[in-house]
């Protein structure tokens, strides 16, 4: 995602069957851009070690009800 930053892309991720996140680097930067889409909280990231255990962590962590 970083080498492509002048590119549009999004990555997706989804917990069970709902979309969670989406990730994508901000144009022109290697600043990495992840949205909660259930909160529609966003987060920034220059290390890309630290947004993978973010979104790891975002994703496999079980809900309370």
Known sequence: ??????????QVF???ETDWLH???KTGTSTLELTYLQTEAVHYYESVDAAA???DQAVTTVSAP
Not at 3 to 9: K, L, M, P, R, W
């Open 14 to 16: 989804t917990k069970g």
């Open 1 to 10: 995602m970083r080498e492509f930053q002048d590119v549009h892309i999004t």
């Open 23 to 25: 990730v994508k680097c």
């Open 53 to 55: 255990e973010v979104i």
